[in-house]
């Protein structure tokens, strides 16, 4: 089992920045890829970045790349989304998810095991 928790979700105007925190907790040493989505009102939950567990490889969504970039802790499978020139489009509850059990499709949800309650981004134009 692991527990994963989001944080740093708020109101940010369009051309802003904010960091998104997560933390992931397991049986130490498991290898934990890491993952961020988001999902606004009405929509389906879709794939925005992702790291793999040593931190080598990272895969983002065509819609935040160049604005957004994932980072991690692989020691304390912690992972950090950092949003730029970010838009109203953005405006989603985030969340974390980890795969334990060894999937490699890192943008589709059903490869991960554990998901986090989520934050919310707002973003006003």
């Known amino acids: 089992q692991v527990h994963v928790v989001e944080s740093g979700g708020g109101l940010v105007q369009a051309g802003g920045s904010l960091r998104l925190s997560c933390a992931a907790s397991?049986?130490?040493?498991?290898?934990?890829?890491m993952g961020w989505f988001r999902q606004a009102p009405g929509q389906y939950r879709d794939f925005v970045a992702a790291?793999?567990?040593?931190?080598?490889?990272?895969y983002y969504a065509d819609s935040v790349k160049g604005r957004f970039t994932i980072s991690r802790d692989g020691a304390k499978n912690t992972a950090w989304l950092q949003m730029n020139n970010i838009q109203p489009e953005d405006t989603a509850v985030y969340y974390c998810?980890?795969?334990?059990?060894?999937?490699?499709?890192?943008?589709?949800?059903?490869?991960?095991?554990?998901w986090g309650q989520g934050t919310q981004v707002t973003v006003s134009a």
């Open positions: 790291i793999s567990w040593s931190g080598d490889a990272t």
């Open positions: 998810a980890v795969i334990q059990y060894g999937g490699h499709n890192y943008d589709n949800p059903n490869a991960y095991d554990y």
């Open positions: 397991g049986r130490p040493g498991t290898r934990l890829a």
